[in-house]
Structures are given as C-alpha cells and as structure tokens.
C-alpha cells in the first residue's frame, strides 16, 4: 500500500469537502473503498449516483465501522456528537485514524477527543480550500490541488498517524502545515471568518436601505459589492457554526478592524487625501504578496472577462 | 455616419477605462478618430504603440481641440482643473459633447459645469466597470459588454446630445440608465465604495496583527480573504478621490454597515445561533438575485479551478 493510502476511508458527510476528498482520493488511488454517510437519504443517494461513493449510509457508525480512516465533513457544531454516536456503537477501528475538515480547530478538539476511545488516533485538519458552493454536485477532484491543509495534531499524538494523515493530504494535492489548535483559529479568523462576516453584513446593510432598491444594488453590483456577495453565498448553517466555536478570536480580529475602519471613516470626514492614499497604497503591497505566492493569479477578474449577461460563464 | 458614432473623439487619459473606450470604439466602428492624452509621455507613449489610439498628447486642450467628443478618463479630483485648462486654451470644438467616467457625480458636476462653454454639451457619465488593474495595457474591449452605464444629465441638457452618447455607450456593448447626481452617488456609496472601502480596511488590520505573520496571511488567504485582496488591489488615487468626493453618501453607508456589525458582533458574543442563521441566509438570497441578473455567475469561484500555483491562470 503507497504512503498515505487507506484500505476503507469513510466520509462522515459528502457534501463540497466530502465529495472532493472522495474524487481526489480516487484520482490518487489513495483508497481501496470510499464510503460515506449524510444527514438526508437523498444526498446519500446523489453521492451514490454520482459514484463519490462505493457504498452510503445513513448511520456514521455504520460508515465509519471497519474503516481505517474516518474523516469529519460536517459542521462544526455537530463533530462532537457524532464521534460520541460511533464510539457508543463501538465502530471505531482499531488504530483507524480519525480527522475532520472543520474551519476552527480549539472547539472541535474540546468536543471530539473526549469520545475518542483508545488505539484511535485524533488529528484535527482543515484544508483552506472551497468554493461558495454547496452538496456533493458541488464537489470536485482538484479543489484540494495546491492548497494548504492545515493538522493540528495534539502533543501525545502517535508520529506515524500525523504522517500518513500528512502524506493522504498531499496526495490530494494539498501542503501540509501543523501548528497548535489555538494558533489556527487565530489566523482562520482574520483570512477566513472576519472576511465572510463582513460580507454576509454589507450584503444585509444593502439590503435594508430605503432609498436605493434591491433591483439597483443587484443592477449595479459589478461596482465591487458583487465580490462580496459571492462570499457571502456560502452555507449559512457551516457558518453559523464557525462564529460560535471561535468566539474568542474573531471578537479580536472583529474589534481590531472596527478600530481601522473608524479611523479611515475620520480621515473621510475630515478630507485628509494623505492618509487614505497611504492606507490603500499599503493594502496594494499585500496583494503582490499572494499573487507572488500563487494563491492567486493576476488575471483580471471584476470584468468577468468573456462572460455574458445569460450567466453562462465556466471557468 | 451611424447614431453613437464620431468624427474625432478624445480620451483625457488612456489609463484602463480610457484605452478600453478606445478599443471598444473601434470594434464597433465608432470613431473616424481616437486621440488621447495623459499626464506622463510614457503612458501616451504606450498607448500609440499598442495602438490604442492614433494621435497622442501631452496636453488635454491639444487632445480636445477639434473633437466632437471628449471623454474625461481621468481621476475625479483632477477633472475640473482639467476642463478650465481646456476651455482656457478655446479648445472645446463648438457642438462637442463633453463626458467623464467618474465614479462620483454630484462633485464633478459642480467642479466641471462652471468650466463647460457655451454650445458644449456636457453630459456626466459613469461605466460600472473595471477590473483591479490600472494603465493602457489593461484595456480590453468587452469591458463593458453587457454592463450597465449611467448617465446623469442636468434638467437643461439637450436632448440630442444625451441621446448620441447614449448610442455610444450602447455601442460599447453596454446598456444605459439616466438618474440624477445625487441617486447614482447613493447608489455606488453601496455597491462599490463602501466595499471598496472596507476591503482596503481589512488588509490593513490584517497586515498589523502582531501574532499573525504577513507570509500566513498570504498563505491561507485562500479562505476568503484572497477575494477582499483583489478588490484593494485597486489604483489608490483614484479611490482617494472618490472618498474625499463622496463623503456624505459614504458616511451614511458606512454608519449603517457598522450598526449592522454590532448587531453580528453581539450575536456571535452572546452565542446566538438563531439570529446568525437568519441573517447569513438572507444574505445569500441577494446573491441568487445578482447571478439571475446576469450580473455575475454561479460558477465556483473560490476554488480558482484550473489554476495553478503559477499563477497562469487566464479566463
């Protein structure tokens, strides 16, 4: 068996993440057999007719039952009990490795490693990847393919299962990263859950105006706000979950950019060109950075080049 | 000679929108003529070898003298000073319409009007487009294809003259809306400054953390933060400008926004899931609204699929 490769990986959830995992996973032959569970028979059933998965469940436990891998691709609010539902059905393999895939990691290992029953091997993960796109129709193999996943494997963690985990990720396509849970949701917080935040408000401050309607704020959105609102087109129940189980830190985060913006709202106020002009010249410089870093590309992209009114774009 | 179309039209500045205007013109034949002008001899420079336009200018007069239109293309603070300089020099073509692509209106009719002589038409005028990029190498002529431009001509106006460059627009491939001044500076506050605005603001307090580092931020900028980056990529002068000339509209939007925040802020401090939910699921409703608008599409974005760590991805 390669490094990294599993005899039966069970996805506890396949929606985007869950899907994608499955697909590259086959892309790498990386998994002798996927299977998966949902909350809905009907999404078991599209991942099925889809062939994401071999075989689908309604129950975790009886997903995860004989697994060697078992990954978490719910939200965040509900890992907890359902490991706590897999191990009281004593399905749990021994020596499996579990993980997950969710976007704050402090919370997650306080609900989860209470459940997990000696011999199993808990390392957290999250893979910074996704689109704003939900359901396992959403997934796809290279969604993982020169991204970072982060591990977050606690301090007595076995070495040879952070490995394989590690070497799975890549295999995937992905960087691997290990730092501390805490450390993670500090830096989640400012590139990810301030980010959507703020989106999903100015799309509702837009919505609630008066005096300009909803027609012309949809009409006019090439302007800038339609960048947002694609953000803010993500799954409402996976964020919800996100802001209550990182409380601490996107309070921070949430309290240093209130400070920024009010400084910027005074130097609007009182006319000072020199100020806003120094303030967005340094936003610029970042930009470079991640360009450089190839997480983007410097392709223009407000224009939607070569796309029609008829929304009928693929990129 | 066709509606829409001219004999001689200046551009006052060949930066993105002035050099895709020119371009646009000529894919739709309507232009015996295109000259420009810029502020440095290199940009004019660049503009004539990448054929953008045929004769160029280091002077504005020199550009608009004998054109029967004249579209200023260049940062909305500068505008004014630019049309007395024009007018000053007897160089406006009697007849000629007179239009800018300002993203403020209300500030360049009062700055520019007082400049218009007699027998000039001027007709304001602002194309939602653009892209994060700046100069005449990032024109392209789809930019406005199947955007919308609107037109904010004074009460007085002549009709004829709104009406031609009315053609011209739709020319360009856009499709035109009239308002006054006052509501397209409301308007755009939403729907692109304060977005603009915010994403300059998020960048900074992200690049000022003290336990994050700016090469982590780059790194997992994948998980939404990348998208605010693209947008504070855009040219600071020119958003300088916009600001400091619509500073009471902003101001009005971005106290709403805040207000907003506080209500987000407190409900993830007090662990109040339901009325996160609510509030994330009516955002995405205005999404689903913009991609019916055709205003953008649903494929899925953040993922960049196809692209690669290169950063040679091309739509």
Chains 1, 2 share one sequence.
């Not at 893979?127 to 606690?154: H, K, M, V, Y």
């Not at 995937?172 to 980010?195: C, F, K, Q, R």
């Not at 002009?277 to 392709?299: C, H, K, M, N, P």
Request: net charge negative; aromatic share 6%.
């Amino acid at each position: 068996m390669k490094g990294g490769s599993f005899e039966r990986i069970a996805l506890i959830g396949v929606g985007l993440i869950g899907s994608s995992i499955a697909l590259a996973a086959r892309r790498a032959g990386l998994a002798d057999c996927v299977v998966g569970s949902a909350r809905t028979a009907a999404t078991v059933e599209t991942a099925l007719r889809l062939g994401i998965i071999d075989e689908g469940f309604s129950s975790a436990a009886e997903a995860a039952r004989g697994s060697d891998l078992v990954v978490l691709c719910a939200p965040v609010g509900v890992c907890g009990a359902i490991v706590e539902h897999i191990n009281a059905a004593g399905a749990f393999r021994e020596g499996a490795i579990l993980t997950d895939v969710g976007s704050v990691k402090a919370a997650i290992v306080a609900d989860v490693a209470p459940h997990v029953p000696n011999g199993v091997h808990f390392v957290p993960g999250h893979p910074i990847a996704g689109t704003e796109q939900s359901g396992p129709e959403a997934g796809f193999a290279e969604l993982f393919d020169n991204r970072w996943c982060i591990l977050t494997p606690p301090a007595n963690c076995d070495d040879a299962a952070v490995g394989r985990l590690q070497s799975f990720w890549e295999g995937l396509g992905s960087h691997v990263e290990l730092m501390t849970p805490e450390h993670h949701d500090l830096v989640l917080a400012i590139t990810s859950h301030v980010p959507h935040l703020i989106a999903f408000n100015i799309v509702n401050t837009a919505e609630n105006l008066e005096r300009v309607t909803d027609r012309e704020v949809i009409k006019y959105s090439a302007g800038g706000f339609r960048d947002f609102t694609r953000i803010a087109a993500s799954d409402p129940t996976m964020w919800r979950d996100v802001f209550l189980n990182n409380k601490e830190a996107v309070l921070e985060m949430l309290g240093r950019f209130s400070e920024d913006l009010t400084a910027m709202q005074r130097a609007i106020r009182f006319g000072d060109g020199e100020t806003l002009y120094r303030l967005f010249s340094e936003a610029r410089e970042l930009r470079r950075g991640i360009v450089e870093a190839g997480q983007d590309t410097d392709a223009p992209d407000f224009g939607r080049r070569g796309r029609t009114m008829d929304g009928d774009g693929d990129e």
